[in-house]
């Protein structure tokens, strides 16, 4: 039999590549589950709610109808007229179907435009606590990591000061996050602004994902950076349908880019993934223009639970954390306890039965956080948070 390939016969924009840790989690969660022990879940970014039914009703219609061949890899015509629309309609900027390209989720619009703009040795700029495919998607690229701490004082938004010190004409990309994962902070415009006229100043470009744009709270409006002046030409917009509208098994999202971009970013999924499955792309058009009242209604109850968690964190001595204004996470601070993040969020599964994970699955800047997710029934939130409050109380 020939031998098992090793790790050191791939190649290095490879070889850097780690699972995600709420994957990870998931796997130790069900590992016990399996074992008979009862695991709160509190670590996946899924939202609990269904597939609100009119929208899996228009996927399922489509296969009845035989809506099940190849489309044009940017996405159905039409389906990209809705989207133009409604994202223009949203961020209150103009946009045309020609710039929107659909993809299987958002991810492939992290993916793609980072590897048509990044060369090796380019300099990318993004969130540290962020999203872990971003410093995945740059290395697979050949660039250069660079990742901005985010302040907890300034709503974890970025560290300007640091920012500045590090956007040099080396950089190539900035990608920007908000309401952002882990910590569900909002960018506000000020700094949208600044952040803004350093990019123009050197010439880089923005990959800024707002998929989590309509899950924001108290009134707030977490604004995209396409709406300040002269950015439109160097932005490209990530959003989707998982979190809006609960369908991350569908697969579906989009980007929007300059045209000639946009044909780029074509041609990669051409050769890709050759497009985006056609029913899930009428459950798409049905989900942008069909009723919303589900999107309200969950980012009403999203509220609520938010509101809940933070009460019950709070009361927890040695913890304590920010009111997040969007996305669905609450991102406390536990250096009080000394302890890594790592050993705490192995322990509280371990030990309490809740899965939850470190601030450091999403980079350094992570370190004395937790990342606690409220995309669950308001009984299980209680019932995790009692058991991480009598797990605190104890150490
Ligand atoms: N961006 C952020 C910040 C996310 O949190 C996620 C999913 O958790 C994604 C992108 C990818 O979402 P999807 O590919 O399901 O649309």
Redesign the pocket.
């Known amino acids: 039999m020939a031998p098992l390939p090793t790790s050191n016969q791939f190649t290095e924009r490879v070889s850097h590549l780690r699972p995600e840790g ?1 994957y990870a989690v998931l796997a130790r969660a069900q590992a016990l589950e399996a074992q008979g022990r009862k695991i709160i879940h509190l670590e996946i ?2 939202p609990d709610f269904p597939t609100p039914p009119h929208v899996s009703e228009a996927g399922i219609n489509a296969i009845r109808s035989g809506k099940t061949k190849y489309t044009p890899p940017a996405g159905l015509p039409h389906f990209r007229e809705v989207i133009a629309e409604y994202a223009g309609r949203q961020r209150g900027i103009p946009v045309d179907a020609s710039q929107v390209v659909v993809g ?7 993916f793609f435009p980072t590897l048509a703009l990044v060369s090796p040795g380019d300099e990318v700029i993004y969130p540290d606590p ?2 872990p ?1 971003y410093e995945a998607m740059i290395r697979v690229a050949g660039g250069i990591p660079v990742p901005i701490p985010l302040r907890e004082e300034n709503q974890f938004s970025f560290d300007l000061d640091y920012f500045d010190s590090k956007i040099t004409d080396r950089t190539r990309l900035v990608i920007l ?1 908000s309401p ?2 882990p910590t569900g902070g909002v960018i506000p415009m000020d700094d949208l602004h600044h952040i803004a006229s350093q990019v123009i100043k050197h010439d880089a470009w923005v990959i800024s ?1 707002e ?2 744009t309509r899950l924001v709270y108290d009134g707030v409006t977490a604004h995209s950076i396409t709406e300040i002046e002269g950015m439109q030409n160097r932005t490209v917009i ?1 959003d ?4 809006t509208y609960s369908m ?1 098994g569908w ?3 989009y980007m929007i880019a300059p045209v000639a971009l946009a044909d780029r970013l074509e041609l990669l999924i051409t050769h890709a993934t050759g497009c985006t499955a056609t029913f899930t792309q009428y459950a798409g058009i049905e989900a942008l223009t069909g009723p919303q009242d589900f999107v309200e209604k969950m980012v009403g109850e999203y509220q609520d639970r938010r509101n809940r968690m933070l009460e019950l964190v709070n009361a927890v001595p040695g913890i304590h954390a920010q009111k997040p204004q969007g ?1 669905f996470y609450l991102f406390p601070n536990i250096k009080a306890t000394g302890l890594p993040s790592k050993e705490i969020a192995a322990r509280l599964i371990d030990e309490a039965g809740v899965a939850i994970l470190a601030g450091t699955d999403f980079g350094e800047g992570g370190e004395g956080y937790l990342r606690l997710v409220y995309a669950n029934s308001m009984e299980k939130i209680e019932e995790g948070m009692d058991k991480l409050a009598k797990w605190f109380t104890a150490l």
């Open positions: 709420a970014g899924q299987t989720g958002s991810k492939p619009g992290l962020g999203f495919t996050n952002g994962n994902d998929i989590y990530v989707g349908f998982s979190k991350t697969r579906l999202g996305a």
